[in-house]
């Protein structure tokens, strides 16, 4: 397969667990419904980046890069990974987060700070806007800087959930969906690519989580653009078009990054009936979706349906006012 013919950089514990939420089921009376644990994939509390990160990285490697550049918002899933795969190869980790430093550093900005990452603040701008002045910044001082993209999103990052979906197909059994949380498009697009080169007929549903970037049409397109760019540059024969893209944009709530109560919901019930913690930014709104789709009696019992957890967890403590209000 396409992401065996690749350079891979071991940095999680994998294969992740799968399991069924037997309580959960119960509770929501409606299909049988499984879980997949990347938010136990290892490195730094876990979470899905790693995948991706295993490629990026060793792309970083094979290129004499001596830091490593990215950006996300406060409290970034994909920052903190990043600066924790950074750590362990030795390498100088810059971080551009949107917002404001804050007086005290909860969550996943305070992991950032313990991985030894150097943060600049960017403040609206959370998408890596200011890269190209670092880039430039760096290499004047005679840096070897190499860029991640914001949330792994590239051809090569959507390698990682290409393999994923291999490993999922090897732990059994056939799944008639697999819901997870889509923002900045590489999960999405590394799922189409495994599916396509596994020839699986799995419903693929990515639940839209960020209203920054709602306009559904335009980022279908995005999205299958980036599936496409991976399959040329990886000879995969397949391509793919934005009405493949199955984006389901019912549930963005009050927009990224925000808890409401569908969100706060979805994490007690998960909490209380299966002792899993869900993050409040995309996995909360993620299987929000999910017992919203079930409530509305779109599966039959006899289904079964995937819940890809992509970590965050600690992403929590940063929001327990929220949590208790």
């Not at 980046?49 to 990215?70: G, H, M, P, S, Y």
């Not at 600066?83 to 362990?88: C, I, L, Q, T």
């Not at 040329?232 to 019912?250: H, I, K, N, T, Y």
């Amino acid at each position: 397969m396409i992401w065996q013919q690749v350079s891979r950089q071991a940095l999680g514990v994998f294969p992740t667990p799968l399991h069924s939420l037997d309580n959960l089921t119960a509770r929501l009376a409606g299909p049988q419904i499984y879980i997949k644990r990347d938010d136990l994939s290892g490195l730094a509390l876990g979470g899905n980046k790693v995948r991706k990160l295993e490629f990026l990285l060793a792309d970083a490697l094979q290129q004499n890069a001596n830091c490593i550049i990215t950006a996300g918002a406060i409290q970034s899933n994909h920052c903190r990974q990043t600066a924790a795969a950074a750590a362990k190869l030795n390498l100088p980790c810059y971080l551009l987060l949107g917002g404001e430093a804050p007086s005290l550093a909860q969550g996943n900005l305070l992991l950032d700070q313990l991985f030894g990452a150097k943060i600049i603040w960017s403040g609206e701008q959370r998408k890596g806007e200011g890269i190209e002045a670092l880039v430039q910044q760096l290499s004047e001082q005679g840096k070897r800087p190499y860029v991640v993209p914001y949330g792994g999103s590239d051809p090569l990052g959507c390698l990682g959930f290409a393999a994923a979906l291999a490993e999922l197909q090897q732990q059994g059994p056939a799944f008639d969906e697999i819901i997870f949380a889509s923002s900045s498009g590489a999960t999405q697009a590394g799922l189409m690519l495994g599916k396509a080169a596994l020839q699986l007929n799995t419903q693929l549903r990515g639940i839209h989580i960020d209203k920054a970037n709602h306009q559904p049409q335009h980022f279908t397109k995005s999205i299958a653009e980036l599936a496409n760019s991976a399959a040329e540059r990886f000879g995969l024969a397949s391509r793919f078009s934005a009405e493949q893209v199955c984006l389901d944009d019912d549930y963005l709530g009050e927009g990224y990054a925000i808890l409401g109560d569908a969100e706060r919901e979805a994490m007690q019930l998960l909490a209380t009936t299966e002792a899993i913690l869900l993050d409040p930014v995309y996995t909360a709104k993620a299987m929000a979706g999910l017992i919203a789709r079930v409530r509305r009696g779109l599966y039959s019992a006899e289904q079964r349906i995937l819940f890809w957890h992509t970590g965050g967890t600690p992403a929590v403590f940063a929001y327990a006012e929220a949590l208790q209000s």
